[in-house]
């Protein structure tokens, strides 16, 4: 019997070898595609609402901001991330419209979230743009209230940190 087991072994090791390279790879490739980040901005448009805030938490995290999802356990109170650097806390309010462009009623959010999380300012981050209001509201308040619109998304998926 023994004989005939090592027959068949010497007689198929080749197809055994390519059997279990094939196994490996695959599980190399499903490891990879677990942690890749997006590489375009239409993949970014194509995340559900809580796909874009775990996106953001692992770009961020990648750009030197230690991160918190806030967000995902029902109410927020305004911020779905919370971020760090240095000695400066950042509530992060992510909007992902698609095309639709960002109201002021997320810049209130944003602020309403960075006051509940103590922190020293509020980011409001959107795959689209800003309206006018919105710009208005981040720029005049007595909070510092900083958006990054499509653009600035962009610069971080080429490994740029728009400026803050």
Sequence with gaps: MLGLIGWTFQEHWRALA???GAACALWVALRLKRRRLARSL??????SGHEFERFLAKILRRHGFQTQLVGERGADYGADLVIRKGDKRIAVQAKNYGRARVGNEAVQQAIAGASYYGCESALVITNSGFTKAARTQAEGGAFEVT???RKALAAL???KTPLY
């Design 42 to 47: 239409e993949e970014v448009d194509a995340m």
């Design 157 to 159: 998926l080429r490994g």
């Design 147 to 149: 958006l990054w619109d």
């Design 18 to 20: 390519a059997l279990l």
